[in-house]
């Protein structure tokens, strides 16, 4: 199996890279590449789409590698592979995002990427740190084995909301409820880093390897 973590410009590939490659080796037979060439991305077994930074950015990034974006649809709609969106990689799933103006995203889950509006005005954006994830009531298989008070770590100031609420597999609480992951059919996204989350993380990446949609 082999695993093609996205190199658009954007993200912390680095540590994302270390921690697919890591539960890589736990699990044997499987090669995680970073990658900028389209080929590589519609031929892989499962596909990562990391992103840090504002959601046009992102996509404007990802846009300009040539192929890329068609890459992406035969890959992940025509053949089914498993999908991983991390932080703004989950955000580009959404049908628009409206970060500084709007932009348009894949559509793959219906929805607005808005900012967070805690109802407590203390509470600082962008929301950074160790939060408790609400994992849906039938648990995605990404959340297999892991604790139901799992810490997580974000860095972020907007979230998906999703048009239809089956498609957040789990929240976080942040002055309200915050969307912390997401996914349909072969697609997950979590708006947290689980490269950044440690045990939970790594379970939660191994799962991922392991899940046949």
């Not at 990658?35 to 990802?62: H, K, M, S």
């Not at 039938?138 to 239809?164: E, K």
């Not at 947290?192 to 989350?197: L, T, V």
Request: glycine share 12%.
């Amino acid at each position: 199996m082999n695993v093609a973590i996205i190199d658009y410009g954007s993200g912390n590939l680095r540590s994302a890279a270390k921690s697919f490659q890591r539960a890589a080796e736990e699990l044997g037979g499987t090669d995680v590449i970073v990658t900028d060439d389209p080929e590589r991305v519609r031929n892989a077994d499962r596909i990562v789409l990391p992103g840090v930074g504002a959601f046009a950015d992102c996509r404007q990034g990802l846009a300009a590698v040539g192929g890329m974006d068609e890459a992406l649809i035969e890959a992940v709609i025509t053949r089914g592979r498993p999908f991983f969106g991390i932080c703004v990689g989950m955000q580009l799933m959404a049908t628009r995002g409206l970060e500084h103006g709007e932009s348009k995203g894949f559509g793959w889950i219906p929805g607005d990427v808005v900012r967070l509006d805690p109802d407590d005005a203390a509470l600082k954006i962008p929301h950074m740190g160790w939060n408790t994830l609400s994992i849906a009531g039938w648990p995605h298989p990404l959340f297999r084995d892991l604790s139901p008070s799992a810490h997580v770590y974000f860095v972020h100031s907007y979230h998906l909301v999703p048009s239809d609420p089956a498609h957040c597999l789990a929240t976080t609480e942040y002055g309200g409820a915050v969307t912390a992951a997401v996914g349909r059919d072969n697609m997950v996204g979590t708006q947290f880093h689980p490269e950044k989350s440690q045990r939970t993380g790594l379970r939660l990446i191994t799962n991922f390897l392991n899940w046949s949609p």
